[in-house]
Each structure stands twice: as structure tokens, then as C-alpha cells.
């Protein structure tokens, strides 16, 4: 497996909500990674596949809860996200595809 394939295993995608967006005005990008991703795995992936400089990287654990879809109990997948700010001149355009 390539090296690029390698970091596309620990970035799933872009988060794009309001939390989101008002962290990209702070100079920061949020992307959904592996669970088992940490932190310098992420500022590696990402620093290759954007080109840019990564200042911190900050990672929240959202639990997978029991819910209920069609009166059948189900599990919700855990989630892992990661908050990554960025240096000082460095963007990152979600909007567009790799």
C-alpha cells in the first residue's frame, strides 16, 4: 500500500457543521479520522496530503449511543475527530475534492 493510501486511512473526510466553520475562522480544520488514529499520524497525514504547515492537532472521542431506528435497538458508530489548527498563512479548502 502507497504511503498517500496510508493517510487516507487516517483522514475519512471534512466536517462541515456550524462548530466547524466557526473554528476554521480560528484557523483550524476539523476532519473525522480513525479511531485508532493519534495525533502524530494525523498532523502527518495531513501536512501531506494539504501541503501545509500544522501548528496542533486536538482529538474528541464521541461514544457510539444506543438508539432506537424503526422501533429495533441500534448502535450509532464511535467517532473520532480531529481539530487541527494550522500555522500562521496556511489554508485548507474543504469545499473542494482532493
Known sequence: MS??????????????????????????????????ANKPQIKEAVEALFGVKVKAVNTTVTKG????????LGKRN???KAYVTLEEGNTIDVTTGL
Open 78 to 80: 464511535t467517532v473520532k
Open 3 to 36: 504511503a498517500k493510501a496510508e493517510h487516507y486511512d487516517v483522514i475519512r473526510k471534512p466536517v462541515i457543521t456550524e462548530k466547524a466553520t466557526m473554528a476554521s475562522e480560528a484557523n483550524a480544520v476539523v476532519f473525522e479520522v480513525a479511531v485508532d
Open 65 to 72: 449511543k444506543v438508539k432506537r431506528f424503526r422501533g429495533q
